[in-house]
């Protein structure tokens, strides 16, 4: 359902959609009443929030304020952290083009990725997203590592929690995602992210992020007040209709992955979205859940019939992910 609205905390079009979604209460005994509300949003557009998650509102603060004073440094300090690869560091304003076939250059945005911590000498160290992450000196900020791991460490036990919800909607196990190859040994990556005070202008091909879909299993999002993202449930309806999503305090707004997508042979999509600058410096923190590197990909049975039969070809986790960075990120060769 959509929206006009009129007064915003943060300046938007007067004649703006804003998408209504659902609210799931990770802590209500209710169990049956959160998978229906869960399985209504993923049907309607693969977006809703998640409250209650047990993660501190002064500690999503804390990583906030954290996130700030790392992106406040001069941009040579932060070339220093410039992402390696294996997908950790930071990432420059317009190193990311998501959407190239509609933005004139990169996105008005610099990032900072950091995925599950693995020292050189594990076995695990030869994949390609695993590895150690880089982090600031300790000297100009000595908390930041600590928070960012425990961040991590929570958002994950709060995505565990969401895939127990999605694989009841989809008829399996509850435990089906929260499994030794999926989410037991997964590939998880926190992303910081600063998006520039830049009006976009979407007729010009300026966007703060430009459109795209996520690619893993879910993808939990902490934002700031400000206004920017919006969704787009019918990518081939034309023209497209933009919807905003509006911040919600201390929830988690979570979105559906390609790789759900394909798992749910598209019963569930992985919807289209976009991030609009409004004027306004604007942050936000992802946090993308994806399963094991390893893991095959393939239609669940509770999704496929004789008459509806497996949309997409089997893809290995790896291999998807590390075609999308590369299809989206600047090379790093191009830095030096
Ligand atoms: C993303 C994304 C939205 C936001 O990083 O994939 O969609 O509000 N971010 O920053
Ligand atoms: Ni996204």
Known sequence: MAEKIKEMNTPIPESANV?????????????????SLLKQACLDSGFFYVINHGI???????????????????EQEKMKL???????????????????ANQIHGDYKEGYYIGIEVSEDQADAQKPFYSPNRWPSEDILPRWRKTMEKYHQEALEVARSVSQLIA?????????????????????????????????????????AGAHSDYGLITLLATDDNYGLQICKDKDAKPQIWEY??????????????????WSNCFFRSTLHRVLGNGQ???SIAFFVDPSHDCIVECLPTCQSEKNPPKFPTVKCKDYLLQKYKDTHADISSYT
């Open 19 to 35: 998408s209504l979604m659902n609210c799931i209460d990770l802590s209500s005994s209710d169990v049956q009443s959160s998978v």
């Open 56 to 74: 501190d509102k002064e500690f999503m603060d804390e990583v906030f304020s954290e996130s700030k004073r790392f992106f406040n440094f001069p």
């Open 82 to 100: 410039l992402k390696n690869e294996k997908n950790r560091g930071y990432t420059p304003f317009f190193d990311e083009n998501l959407d190239p």
């Open 168 to 208: 009841l909607a989809l008829g399996l196990d509850i435990n089906f995602f929260d499994q030794p190859k999926m989410l037991g040994n997964p590939i998880a990556t926190l992303r910081l992210l600063h998006y520039e005070g830049r009006t976009s202008e979407p007729a010009n091909g300026i966007f703060g």
């Open 245 to 262: 999503v509006p911040p919600l305090k201390g929830a988690f707004i979570v979105n559906l992955g390609d790789m759900l997508e394909r």
């Open 281 to 283: 410096e604007r942050y």
